[in-house]
């Protein structure tokens, strides 16, 4: 089946640094992936929605500027924590859409703790 | 707007119960799908089922099984002979005219021995 991979899995960093995670498709291109953001016992919220060559799409309240997101290639969408804070710390999780009608597949999830 | 309840937050039951998982959603898309997905303490989320909004019909996989009543705009998920690795939290989710996929709030299910 089509598997979606991210990196890292998990990281830790000092609270001002900048994190880059990572979004792969590996056998199957990829033109729209979005990225979700879950806290601790709580659900799935879309963050926002990755085109290919395009600017993201973000859903109300989440900040551009600081959830940096680019899709340079039909298999590789990046999200970049810029200068993070602790409250920043959370479990990213990207998904791609494989063709339409609803095809999406997760990637294993990064874990992200900000010191 | 698009909705997605699960009432549920947490179930306990002893293995080989059966339990049922609610999930209502709310669309006004004439086209949707609706989705399960099992995510365990590792965190992945783990594919269960997709289903169109034109297929009503009832679905059985193993001991897994799943109740679509668009009159009644629910998708029930019901585990047959629970085990212990059943134990995760269970969302319901709901994807429109995009492909954007609204999550419910998520059931936590403990399955214990």
């Known amino acids: 089946g089509a598997v979606v991979s991210q990196h890292p899995s998990w990281v830790i960093c000092k609270s001002g640094t900048s994190v880059k995670i990572e979004c792969r498709s590996l056998?199957?291109?990829?033109?729209?992936m979005f990225w979700y953001r879950q806290f601790p016992k709580q659900s799935l919220m879309l963050m926002a929605t990755?085109?290919?060559?395009?600017?993201?799409?973000?859903e109300q309240g989440v900040e551009k500027d600081k959830f940096l997101i680019n899709h340079a290639s039909l298999t590789l969408s990046t999200l970049t924590v810029t200068s993070a804070h602790p409250e920043d710390s959370s479990f990213y999780i990207c998904?791609?859409?494989?063709?339409?009608?609803?095809?999406?597949?997760f990637g294993e999830g990064s874990r992200l703790t900000v010191l | 707007a698009q909705k997605v309840t699960q009432a549920q937050t947490e179930i306990s039951v002893v293995e080989k119960e059966d339990v049922t998982l609610d999930c209502v959603y709310e669309?006004?898309?004439?086209?949707?799908?609706l989705f399960w997905y099992k995510q365990p303490p590792s965190g992945e989320l783990v594919f269960l089922i997709r289903?169109?909004?034109?297929?009503?019909q009832n679905e059985i996989s193993g001991r897994y099984s799943w109740n679509f009543q668009k009159s009644t705009s629910s998708f029930n998920f019901t585990i047959t002979a629970s085990q212990v690795v059943d134990s995760a939290v269970y969302f319901c989710?709901?994807?429109?005219?995009?492909?954007?996929?609204?999550f419910g709030t998520g059931t936590r299910l403990q399955v214990f021995p």
């Open positions: 989710a709901l994807m429109g005219n995009t492909d954007k996929l609204i």
């Open positions: 998904s791609a859409a494989r063709g339409s009608h609803g095809e999406l597949f």
């Open positions: 990755s085109n290919e060559g395009s600017k993201a799409t973000y």
């Open positions: 056998d199957f291109q990829a033109t729209t």
């Open positions: 289903r169109n909004s034109f297929d009503e």
């Open positions: 669309t006004r898309d004439t086209t949707y799908y």
